[in-house]
């Protein structure tokens, strides 16, 4: 059995101490990290990129992994240069040891993202680690290499094998070769318009309670909802977003289409875990708004947007979200809760009336 990676809980609710002191929930529908302000984190379920890179794949007839791995380790690395301190401690041998034990794999069971065990770390020459649970492969092995080429200051080159189901030894390397996309990535962190959510926190570590049913299954690397069974993750807000913006200005715009259908067919199946609704018939009004207003009430708690009005139409839904984390994303969300609480087919058309304030309208189709 893995050995557990210590957070701590906090005594009132559970909530693991070291994720609620490395983050903070704002009142405007996001979540920051504490030592960099802008810096955001989105908690959101690992399912709907299952199958949305081959999905692309398949509808455009070419091979994008290059590229999503190219945008994802670029994305990784830039968010350990943007760390405090982080460069400082890489510069010597034991500052990379201790920055691969206690940065990369707590952080990694830390977010849900997969187990990291280091199997060897000989700095400047070689790095194996049995990665577990990994949330998607391809992903998993990107941000590795971009974390070991913030490491090292030179790129890297890596291989993994199988060593038993949903585990993988990998190994990197420092290699000479320059990657193709590398250095073009740029985090961009645009600022919040306020908001004035006022979400019901534990009193103690003042985290929402609408987080209370997440499992932090640590010895595994996995994050778990109590109520569907389905696994989260935590990211940096812009991990999907600049994947879909390289994606997009290599292969147009589509792209960006695929992903609000993946989200959408996601939240379809979410809003049928999460029991909102049942049987296939429409709700009534009272019960379609209050199930309209509890899922768009969690969207703040896992720093995925504000969303500040809904509106019921006849026929369809107009719902204003500031702050998305990922516009597309967010429509595609909305337009799986639409379907899913009115048991109809759906348009989802949107307007940025300011950067930052997006007004989604869905209407059956
Ligand atoms: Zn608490």
């Known amino acids: 059995m893995a050995k557990k990676m210590w957070f701590g809980n906090c005594r009132q609710c559970g909530f693991p101490r070291l994720v609620s002191h490395l983050l903070r929930w704002n009142s405007d529908g996001t979540i ?55 460069r400082l401690v890489s510069r010597l041998n034991l500052g990379k040891r201790f920055t691969v034990e206690f940065g990369f794999n707590r952080l990694a ?10 199997l060897e770390y000989v700095p400047g020459s070689v790095g194996i680690a049995r990665i577990t649970n ?11 290499v971009g974390a070991f080429e913030f490491l090292e200051d030179c790129p890297i080159e890596y291989s993994w094998e199988e060593d038993s189901p949903n585990s993988y030894v990998i190994t990197v390397r420092p290699t000479p070769e320059e990657s193709d996309v590398a250095k073009r990535l740029k985090m961009e962190f645009s600022p919040a318009l306020p ?26 690397g996995i994050i778990l909802d109590r109520r569907t069974g389905t696994r989260v993750m935590m990211s940096y807000g812009y991990m999907v977003t600049a994947v879909f913006r390289e994606m997009a200005k290599e292969l147009g715009e589509e792209v960006n289409l695929l992903l609000v259908d993946a989200q959408r067919e996601w939240t379809i199946r979410h809003v049928g875990l999460l029991g909102l609704t049942t049987g296939d018939e ?22 995925q947007g504000n969303p500040v009005t809904l509106e019921l139409l006849d026929p369809g839904v107009r719902i204003e979200v500031l702050n998305p984390y990922q516009k597309y994303i967010m429509a595609g969300t909305l337009q799986g809760l639409f379907e899913a609480l009115e048991k109809t087919g759906s348009a989802v058309e949107w307007e940025e009336g300011r950067p930052g304030a997006v007004t989604y309208t869905i209407t059956p189709a």
Not at 46 to 64: A, C, K, P, Q
């Open 282 to 303: 429409p709700l009534g009004d009272d019960e379609l708004e209050r199930a309209y207003r509890t899922y768009l009430g969690d969207l703040p708690a896992y720093g």
């Open 32 to 86: 920051n990290a504490v030592f960099r302000k802008g810096y955001r984190v989105v908690i959101f379920p690992t399912e709907f990129l299952d199958g949305l890179f081959t999905n692309v794949e398949d509808r455009l007839g070419i091979s994008i992994r290059h590229l999503v791995f190219e945008a994802q380790s670029n994305a990784t690395k830039v968010l350990f240069e943007g760390t405090p301190g982080a």
């Open 134 to 144: 990994p949330f998607q492969l391809d992903l998993a092995a990107s941000i590795i």
């Open 195 to 220: 908001g004035e959510l006022n979400c019901d926190r534990c009193p103690r570590c003042g985290v929402p309670r609408a987080l209370n049913h997440l499992r932090w299954v640590d010895e595994e």
């Open 109 to 118: 069971s830390m977010t849900g993202m997969f187990r990291s065990e280091t």
